[in-house]
C-alpha cells in the first residue's frame, strides 16, 4: 500500500509536467522549434491524459510504494530538463532526451496502477 | 477502510475537526445570530471556495474542449449522432477484440469489424485516420456498452459473480471515458469542495471559541455537522447515479469516503451525548489541532494539480482553435474579416496555471497560519499582540481568495 500524500503529490506533478509541456509547444525554448510543437503537445495531451486516469481511479491501498517513488523520481527528472531550458540561455539537451525523459515519467506514472 | 483511498488523509481530518465540533456543539447553549458576515472566513473565501470546487468538477469540460478541438478539424464527425466519440491518437492496451468477444452477433456487424480494424496497431487505412469514430463505429460502441449494462443486470445477485464480465465492462467504461465527448464529470471534486468549506467554517467557529461567543456557537456547529450530513447524503446519491454504469474502481473510493464519514457522523453524535464542558473545548481544540494541517496537506496538492490540469487541457484546445482561426486568417478576403477574427482569437486565451497554483498554495498556507494562531489566541485570549496578528492574517486571506477567484475567471 502507497502512502496517500505521496500519490496525491504524483497526481500534483503530473499535472504540472502536462502543463509546462503545454507552455513549451505554445512558445517553444531551444532545443525546441516552432517544428517541434506536434509532438509536444501530443505528448502533454498523453501526460494530462495519465494525470486524469491517476487522479480518478488511482487508489493508494492498490499501489506500491516503489512504483510510486519510481514514478515521483521520473517526473521530478522531467520537470526538472524544462526547468532548466525555461531559466537557462542556453542547453545541451536534444529534443529526443526530453521526450524519451517525459515517455517514461508517464509510462511509470501509469506504472502505478498496474 | 479509509486508509484505501484517495482521500483518506481528508476524511480523518474531517473527522478530527468534526470530534472538536461535536464537543463544541454539546458545551453551548442560547442562540444569538453572528451578524458581522464580512468578517468571516466563510463569508470571505465564498466566492473562490465555490471556483475552486467548481474548477475541479469542471475538470471533464477542460478534457471536452481538447476533443472539442479535434471534432472541427474533420469534416466527416458526425456530429448530428446523440453520441459522439473521439478516435484516439496512440495505442491502447484494451482492444476492443477483446471486449467484443462475449457478444459475437455484435462483433459480427460491419460497424464493429471496421472498429477492431482500426483498433489495431499502426493501421494504414484511411478510414481509420479520422478523428471521430465513423456513425457505424459509433454504433457499435453504444450497443456494446449497451450489451454490457444487460448482461450485468442478468447476472446481478447470482453466485459466483462473473469477475471477468465485471472487468471487462470497467476497461469498457475506461476507454468510453476517454474518448466519448460530453460523458460525465467524476464525482471527486465534492470532496475536495466539502474539505474547504468545512475548514473555513471550523476556522470560524474557532475565533468565536478564541473570543468567547459562547451564545453564537452552538447554532454554528450544528450548522456545520448539519451540512456534513447533508454532503454525505449528497455523495450516496450521486454515486447511485452517475456511476452506475461501471467504473467500479471509481465508485469504491467514493464509497469508502461516504463510509468513512458515515462512520465519523456516528462518533459525532456519541460526544454530543458525553461531552459539556467549554474548558473540554479547548482541551480537544489543542488535543486536535494537526487536523487542519492533515487535512490542508490532503486537499492541496488536487487543488494545484487540477489547477495546472485544467491550464494544460484549456491551452491545448485554445491553441488548437487559434491555429484555426490562423488558417483563415490567411483565407480572409479583407481587413475587415481580419479584425473579426482577431476578435474571435480573445474567446481561445492562453491561461496560467503556475499562477493559480501558487495563489492556491497562499491561500492554504493562509489557513494554517490563522489556524495556529487561532489555536495560541484560545490558550491565551487576553493577547492583544495575537489578537492583532490574527486581525493581520485573516485581512491577508480575504486579499488572497480575491487574487485567486479573479484567476480562476480566467482559466
Redesign the interface.
Request: net charge negative; with cysteine; glycine share 8%.
Given at each position: 500500500?502507497a502512502n496517500?500524500?505521496t500519490?496525491?503529490?504524483v497526481?500534483?506533478?503530473?499535472?504540472?509536467l502536462?502543463?509546462t509541456?503545454?507552455?513549451m509547444?505554445?512558445s517553444p525554448r531551444s532545443p525546441f522549434k516552432i517544428a517541434s510543437r506536434s509532438r509536444l503537445?501530443?505528448q502533454?495531451?498523453?501526460?494530462?491524459?495519465a494525470?486524469?486516469?491517476f487522479?480518478?481511479?488511482?487508489?493508494?491501498?492498490?499501489m506500491e510504494q516503489t512504483k510510486v517513488d519510481a514514478a515521483a523520481t521520473k517526473l521530478r527528472a522531467a520537470q526538472s530538463m524544462f526547468d532548466y531550458i525555461n531559466t537557462h540561455t542556453s542547453n545541451t539537451f536534444k529534443t529526443a532526451d526530453v521526450f524519451n525523459m517525459v515517455d517514461e515519467a508517464v509510462q511509470a506514472v501509469r506504472d502505478c496502477r498496474a | 477502510m479509509e486508509k484505501s483511498n484517495w482521500n483518506a488523509h481528508a476524511v480523518a481530518a474531517l473527522r478530527s475537526v468534526a470530534l472538536v465540533m461535536a464537543t463544541v456543539l454539546a458545551s453551548g447553549c442560547a442562540t444569538v445570530v453572528y451578524k458581522d458576515g464580512a468578517s468571516t472566513f466563510v463569508a470571505a473565501g465564498r466566492a473562490v471556495t465555490k471556483q475552486l470546487s467548481d474548477a475541479s468538477a469542471n475538470l471533464a469540460i477542460a478534457e471536452d474542449s481538447v476533443r472539442l478541438s479535434r471534432i472541427v478539424t474533420n469534416a466527416s464527425c458526425p456530429i448530428a449522432e446523440a453520441r459522439l466519440f473521439v478516435r484516439p491518437t496512440g495505442s491502447s492496451p484494451v482492444k476492443y477484440s477483446k471486449l467484443l468477444e462475449r457478444f459475437p452477433s455484435r462483433a459480427s456487424e460491419s460497424g464493429c469489424i471496421t472498429l477492431v480494424k482500426c483498433d489495431a496497431d499502426q493501421v494504414a487505412d484511411q478510414a481509420c485516420k479520422t478523428a471521430c469514430y465513423s456513425r457505424e463505429e459509433a454504433n457499435c460502441l453504444v450497443n456494446l456498452e449497451k450489451d454490457y449494462a444487460i448482461e450485468i443486470g442478468r447476472q446481478a445477485g447470482k453466485q459466483p459473480g462473473d469477475k471477468e464480465l465485471s472487468k471487462d465492462a470497467d476497461l469498457l467504461a475506461a476507454r468510453l471515458k476517454k474518448t466519448e465527448y460530453g460523458r460525465a464529470a467524476p464525482l471527486e471534486s465534492r470532496v475536495l469542495g466539502t474539505s474547504l468549506q468545512v475548514l473555513m467554517e471550523y476556522l470560524d467557529l474557532l475565533g468565536k471559541v478564541a473570543e468567547d461567543r459562547k451564545t453564537e456557537i452552538p447554532d454554528d456547529a450544528k450548522k456545520l455537522s448539519d451540512g456534513l450530513k447533508k454532503a454525505t447524503d449528497g455523495f450516496s446519491q450521486a454515486t447511485g447515479t452517475q456511476l452506475s454504469a461501471g467504473f467500479t474502481a471509481q465508485r469504491t473510493k467514493v464509497q469508502n469516503g461516504i463510509g468513512a464519514l458515515g462512520k465519523f457522523l456516528g462518533t459525532v453524535d456519541l460526544l454530543i451525548k458525553n461531552s459539556k464542558d467549554v474548558e473540554e473545548i479547548k482541551k480537544i481544540v489543542n488535543q486536535n489541532k494537526d487536523a487542519v494541517p492533515l487535512l490542508v496537506e490532503a486537499v492541496r496538492p488536487i487543488f494545484g494539480g487540477d489547477a495546472n490540469l485544467i491550464a494544460a487541457l484549456n491551452n491545448q484546445a485554445n491553441f488548437s482553435f487559434r491555429q484555426d482561426i490562423e488558417a483563415r486568417f490567411e483565407q480572409a478576403k479583407d481587413g475587415y474579416e481580419r479584425r473579426q477574427l482577431m476578435a474571435e482569437l480573445t474567446k481561445y486565451p492562453l491561461g496560467s496555471g503556475e499562477a493559480l497554483e501558487a495563489s492556491v498554495n497562499k491561500i492554504f498556507d493562509s489557513l494554517l497560519r490563522s489556524h495556529s494562531t487561532l489555536v495560541t489566541l484560545i490558550n491565551n485570549p487576553t493577547d492583544d499582540q495575537i489578537k492583532k496578528i490574527r486581525s493581520e492574517e485573516f485581512n491577508t486571506f480575504r486579499g488572497l481568495v480575491e487574487d485567486a477567484a479573479g484567476l480562476l475567471a480566467l482559466l
Open positions: 500500500m496517500s500524500n500519490t496525491a503529490q497526481y500534483a506533478d503530473t499535472c504540472k502536462a502543463y509541456e503545454t507552455q509547444a505554445i503537445l501530443g502533454s495531451g498523453e501526460c494530462a491524459d494525470a486524469k486516469e487522479r480518478e481511479s488511482g487508489d493508494p491501498a492498490a | -
